[in-house]
């Protein structure tokens, strides 16, 4: 029989896990610049580029 996996959606700034809706905080979380670049990118439709600062 196969193991029950977890299902989750990621829409906006919330993740659906198991049916409960979870907010996704990117600034306070340790997800990599270079994610956080795709997402927005994603998001917005728009170009962005990551600088040292």
Same mark, same amino acid.
């Given at each position: 029989? @196969? /193991?029950?996996?977890? /299902?989750? $959606?990621? @829409?906006?700034?919330? @993740? $659906? =896990?198991? &049916?409960?809706? #979870?907010? =996704? #905080?990117?600034?306070?979380? +340790? $997800?990599? +610049? @270079?994610?956080?670049? =795709?997402?927005?990118? $994603? ?9 040292? &600062?």
């Amino acid at each position: 029989m @196969r /193991k029950e996996e977890q /299902k989750f $959606i990621t @829409r906006s700034h919330f @993740r $659906i =896990i198991n &049916g409960e809706e #979870v907010e =996704i #905080v990117l600034s306070e979380t +340790d $997800i990599p +610049d @270079r994610c956080k670049l =795709i997402w927005t990118e $994603i998001m917005t439709g728009n170009k962005y580029e990551l600088v040292e &600062g």
